[in-house]
């Protein structure tokens, strides 16, 4: 199992080039940030520009791989986002990994002045963004004209430092989109069930997860897949335990071998943020980040 983290974009980069590299120091496969333009009870706290950040992270950092968790359609465009994610890849030296969801109803819903879309119309959008950003990054020039959107002869030259293109993360729960994740994605997202979030119970929580992974391994199996090609990512702070992983040492590796017995190969846990849901014991935050991994393989 892989141990990752999410740093948030809140910090001026004096500080938050600390922050990256100390990652990278303690040892985590990963470091994500949200790709949003404000978030929750963030929004109206200092955030930055994914894009931006990760590309400060990437001068920043060596070896640890890096990406969005997760770029959504609400603000983006798959042409330039091609561009962009081309040109972070390069300067990462193929370190980035997409992770890309539907969206959903907050404030990047509505920031660029359009209505929210409904639950159908995202899973549409997302069922055509999808496909067309895995043409755009694999191939020289693409031309598509889609009911959403549309690319004329858009050029991915040189591509991705990584071949055929940098790896996507698919968030999804859905049949639509698990189908996505297993056509397109070379690792797949999940937070939980989010009806199980505010009510439900850990072991009810470990369940719905349970049947996400055995929905993957229907939609892989339907093309012809082997679903132990997909990595399985768990970002936490969202299931019904919450904050209890991040109590302990000992907390997190039960918490993590048990999802690990699901069938999750990456957990993904968010660097600590005083006064915020995030908020945790930095020390213990690093302490799972150099011991866990080795009682994890045990």
Not at 13 to 34: C, P
Not at 61 to 87: C, E, Q, W, Y
Not at 225 to 235: A, C, N, P, T, W
Request: proline letters at 6%; glycine letters at 10%.
């Amino acid at each position: 199992m892989h141990l990752s983290t999410v740093i948030l974009p809140i910090h001026r980069w004096g500080e938050g080039q600390k922050i990256w590299r100390r990652a990278e120091e303690l040892g985590f496969h990963a470091a994500y940030t949200y790709d949003h333009l404000s978030w929750r009870t963030f929004r109206d706290r200092p955030w930055f520009g994914a894009v931006p950040t990760l590309t400060a992270a990437a001068t920043a950092t060596r070896s640890m791989r890096l990406g969005t968790l997760v770029t959504s359609p609400n603000f983006r465009h798959p042409v330039t986002l091609a561009k962009d994610l081309i040109s972070l890849d390069d300067v990462s030296d193929g370190r980035i990994t997409l992770g890309i969801g539907s969206g959903g109803t907050g404030f990047d819903a509505t920031v660029l002045g359009q209505e929210p879309w409904t639950p159908k119309e995202r899973a549409d959008r997302f069922a055509e963004f999808v496909p067309l950003l895995d043409r755009l990054l694999t191939e020289d020039s693409v031309t598509y004209d889609g009911t959403y959107y549309s690319a004329v002869e858009a050029r991915g030259i040189p591509g991705c430092v990584q071949r055929p293109r940098l790896p996507l993360a698919v968030a999804a729960t859905g049949p639509r989109g698990l189908k996505l994740a297993a056509r397109h994605g070379q690792a797949w997202v999940t937070t939980g069930d989010p009806k199980l979030s505010e009510t439900g119970t850990p072991e009810q929580s470990r369940a719905a997860i349970s049947g996400q992974i055995a929905g993957l391994g229907k939609a892989c199996a339907e093309i012809g897949r082997d679903v132990s090609e997909v990595e399985k990512i768990l970002l936490t702070g969202f299931t019904p335990d919450r904050s209890g992983p991040m109590e302990s040492l000992d907390a997190f590796v039960d918490f993590a071998g048990r999802h690990f017995e699901l069938g999750i190969t990456e957990i993904v846990m968010h660097a600590p943020i005083p006064d915020s849901e995030f908020a945790a014991d930095q020390r213990v935050y690093e302490r799972i980040a150099t011991e866990a991994p080795a009682q994890l393989r045990r």
